[in-house]
């Protein structure tokens, strides 16, 4: 089945700096997610991105689908941008349904 | 508009014993999912639903039954708990379309002793 890989597994970052998040898979998907989970466990959806670029605030994130790759970029990072952020796919051919999450980056952003 | 619920947030079972999950989205989606994380680990998919009256097996099934019966609903059933069902359990729901997001309700802990 597709694998989803995502790197670094842990960042810690002084407060205002920059970083950029990686996600590869290792098959054509319908769609990329990306996904942040805050300290106290909630899931909150950040992109749809299948392809391109999508800004919103101090982050983007960018999708190249023939490259098998996307890639998250936090600016001016907060200590409220921690936690672990997941990209998920669902491998093309399943309909869509079975959604493949990577393991995590776990981001700490120290003031 | 409460988005996805989960019933109950905490729960502490003993091995053999049984429970169900409840999850309630008011967003009228179509799609329906649970998830376990492990820690240190992403999301694994359980069962998934593509309507009311309709279930399939996700990834990790296995110990797991589901039923939706309302569209509303979608209810995850651990008929002899075990020790290894031990997890954070998450529901997530989405519309038909394709550029549809997931939406995930707040988690239920499952402690099985």
């Known amino acids: 089945g597709i694998q989803v890989e995502q790197s670094p597994p842990d960042l810690i970052l002084q407060e205002g700096a920059n970083s950029t998040l990686r996600c590869n898979f290792s098959?054509?998907?319908?769609?990329l997610q990306w996904f942040h989970q805050n300290p106290w466990g909630q899931l909150i959806n950040l992109f749809y991105?299948?392809?391109g670029t999508k800004q919103n605030g101090r982050l983007s994130a960018t999708t190249v689908a023939t490259e098998r790759y996307s890639l998250l970029y936090i600016s001016s990072s907060q200590t409220t941008d921690s936690g672990v952020y997941f990209c998920a796919a669902p491998p093309t051919g399943t309909g869509g349904f079975k959604t493949i999450f990577g393991a995590g980056t776990r981001l700490f952003v120290k003031a | 508009n409460a988005g996805v619920t989960q019933t109950p947030k905490f729960r502490v079972l003993k091995t053999g014993q049984s429970m169900t999950l409840l999850c309630a989205q008011d967003m009228n989606h179509e799609y329906m999912y649970w998830y376990r994380q492990d820690p240190g680990m992403g999301l694994r998919l359980i069962h998934y639903?593509?309507?009311?009256?309709?279930?399939a097996k996700g990834e990790v099934p296995d110990g797991y039954n589901v039923s939706r019966l309302k569209k509303q609903n979608f209810l995850l059933g651990l008929e002899s708990a075990a020790p290894s069902q031990t997890s954070v359990y998450f529901c997530a729901s989405r519309g038909t379309s394709g550029t549809d997001t997931q939406y995930f309700g707040p988690g239920t802990r499952l402690t099985v002793l």
């Open positions: 991105i299948p392809s």
């Open positions: 639903s593509v309507g009311e009256g309709t279930t």
């Open positions: 098959d054509s998907v319908n769609n």
